[in-house]
């Protein structure tokens, strides 16, 4: 019964270590938890559309249509100009232009194209206003026309469907597939979990065989051991970054941008080592170091709004996801992809977010001289 002894002994040694009981009691429920906000719903938990009606009463019925739905909400701009930097910029994902003559000159939908659920669902609202209105005109001709006869109309009125609908969708990018909205996040995800994985079980490795010991033993700031590692780390993201770039332009996928998505995703890569940093000095054992990642990493990919946008997510998720830098990442990371627009606010956040990793591992990194 050696195998039994061997048995107990590291489940007790488990069982006393924290570091080693709360990833594997959290993961499930961290990961159930993350993929039911995800993908809570296939459609958006609110949109904001902006409108410049010019037609006044003409368009109203379908303004009024679209305030009764719960998720939508109108705010009117006063220039085409403006709604287009709404649009591009991220605050909204439509924006509706309504000539003077409408519906005789057909409306103009702008849409966001790195968020399609949110614009698709705005369009398929205007189809469905629009044959609502032609269907409550057609019934009142008909019964006006019926009235003028000297039969009797029958009870059911038969309404024409409504092929068409006075609009027209444009975007800054056309003819885009489910894969060309994804590729953005995956190349940040493919360039960064590498990095954060990498980095935490090779210091890890170093203090287990030794060489961290002698590091410190010798004439060099640990400070110093800190930035060689990640600016080593940093390299090979980057590195990373590029063939993943070239293997999604292989595939086919629409980058309009690849140079601006290359330098967000190579800032991603270091705000990443940094993280990694920061779990090997908190973990200061390898095993624990890859399971504190893993129980990290898969959250904050589910939650950065990479495979679904956030606007399908609850309330509660949006919120964790604000404090996940992947979500900044991705989203910046798209925008410099489809619009070639660099969000400045997702780069100072990245940056932020990158500074206090270092710094907060660099700090912990001396506390690993206790173990050694």
Do not use: C
């Not at 037609?55 to 939508?72: A, C, E, Q, T, V």
């Not at 032609?134 to 059911?156: D, I, Y």
């Amino acid at each position: 019964m050696k195998w039994a002894v061997i048995a107990s002994r590291d489940l007790k040694a488990w069982a006393k270590d924290p570091r080693r009981m709360a990833p594997t009691i959290l993961m499930p429920i961290l990961m159930l938890g993350v993929m039911y906000g995800a993908f809570y719903d296939y459609k958006p938990r609110h949109v904001t559309v902006a409108v410049l009606n010019e037609s006044g009463s003409n368009f109203k019925p379908i303004i009024d249509y679209l305030k009764h739905d719960k998720r939508i909400s109108i705010k009117y701009v006063d220039s085409v100009s403006k709604g287009k930097y709404l649009v591009k910029t991220g605050q909204v994902p439509v924006f509706i232009y309504v000539p003077k003559n409408f519906p005789k000159h057909k409306a103009t939908v702008f849409y966001d194209p790195t968020d399609p659920l949110s614009s698709n669902y705005v369009r398929g609202k205007l189809a469905k206003a629009w044959a609502k209105e032609m269907g409550k005109k057609m019934k009142s001709m008909f019964r006006k026309l019926f009235a003028m006869m000297p039969v009797k109309p029958p009870h059911a009125i038969p309404v024409p469907s409504v092929s068409g609908v006075p609009f027209k969708f444009e975007t800054y990018v056309k003819g885009l597939k489910y894969f060309d909205f994804l590729a953005p996040g995956l190349i940040v995800i493919g360039a960064t979990m590498g990095s954060i994985f990498g980095l935490g079980r090779v210091m890890m490795e170093e203090v287990e065989s030794g060489v961290a010991y002698s590091l410190f033993a010798a004439p060099i700031r640990s400070r110093d051991v800190v930035l060689g590692r990640f600016v080593s780390m940093s390299f090979w993201g980057v590195v990373r970054t590029a063939i993943a770039i070239a293997t999604v332009l292989a595939l086919g996928a629409k980058i309009l941008h690849p140079f601006l998505l290359f330098f967000i995703a190579s800032l991603s890569v270091a705000t990443m080592v940094g993280l990694g940093l920061l779990v090997a000095s908190l973990a200061r054992r390898s095993e624990v170091a890859e399971m504190v990642t893993g129980a990290l990493t898969v959250p904050m990919m589910f939650l950065a709004g990479i495979f679904m946008p956030p606007s399908v997510m609850p309330w509660w998720a949006v919120e964790l996801a604000k404090i996940n830098p992947l979500y900044y990442m991705g989203d910046a990371a798209r925008k410099a992809a489809m619009l070639g627009y660099i969000d400045v606010t997702d780069v100072a956040v990245i940056i932020g977010f990158a500074v206090a990793f270092v710094a907060a591992g660099a700090a912990l990194y001396d506390g690993v001289r206790e173990y050694l």
